[in-house]
């Protein structure tokens, strides 16, 4: 097995640590892997991106053009790498940051709509678990135990209490994925 893939939006919305969360829970899992994340001079509001790749082999590369699975959270990042996915490969969006939803017809995509969630939870903060949850559900690369155990490993102590409401928020995010389009 070996999944390579991109997560990208603005700064601020979770996208390396979501990347840095995958990453953690499959080397738990004892796979191989890399976490690329690439970002403007931003921390918040500029664009933001992170390659992860998860293989059952030694990986040769963390360097990709191409993707199986897409996570986009915004719509300058579905414009820059919508093309980029592999046909057949895994688009996933959420609709408050795509104002023109995907177009291509060779893609398994997917809606979630994570930041209305975070906002009825109250918790903008659970955006990036419930998206890695919408993820999770369609493209099960690792056991949520295994991102609960990587948070654990991960979080400072100062944000250990917040847990229990990231692991809600992944499988909340299971719930409220929607397949638009099968390829």
């Not at 996915?85 to 408050?96: C, M, N, W």
């Not at 903008?124 to 295994?146: H, I, S, T």
């Amino acid at each position: 097995m070996k999944e390579e893939l991109i997560i990208a939006g603005f700064g601020g919305q979770g996208v390396l640590s979501m990347g840095k969360t995958l990453a953690y829970g499959a080397l738990m899992e004892g796979r191989e892997v890399t976490w690329m994340p690439a970002y403007g001079p931003e921390q918040r509001g500029g664009t933001a991106n992170v390659t992860v790749i998860i293989s059952d082999q030694p990986i040769s590369s963390p360097i990709l053009s191409t993707f199986d699975t897409a996570i986009i959270l915004n719509q300058p990042s579905l414009e820059r790498f919508q093309d980029a996915i592999r046909p057949g490969g895994t688009l996933i969006y959420d609709g408050y940051g795509i104002m023109q939803p995907p177009t291509r017809t060779d893609l398994n995509i997917y809606r979630i709509d994570a930041m209305d969630e975070a906002a009825e939870m109250r918790n903008v903060r659970a955006f990036n678990m419930l998206v890695l949850g919408g993820l999770l559900k369609v493209r099960p690369l690792v056991r949520v135990e295994d991102i609960i155990r990587s948070l654990v490993k991960t979080l400072p102590e100062r944000h250990q209490h917040l847990i229990p409401m990231n692991e809600q928020a992944l499988l909340r995010g299971m719930d409220i994925i929607r397949q638009e389009h099968s390829a």
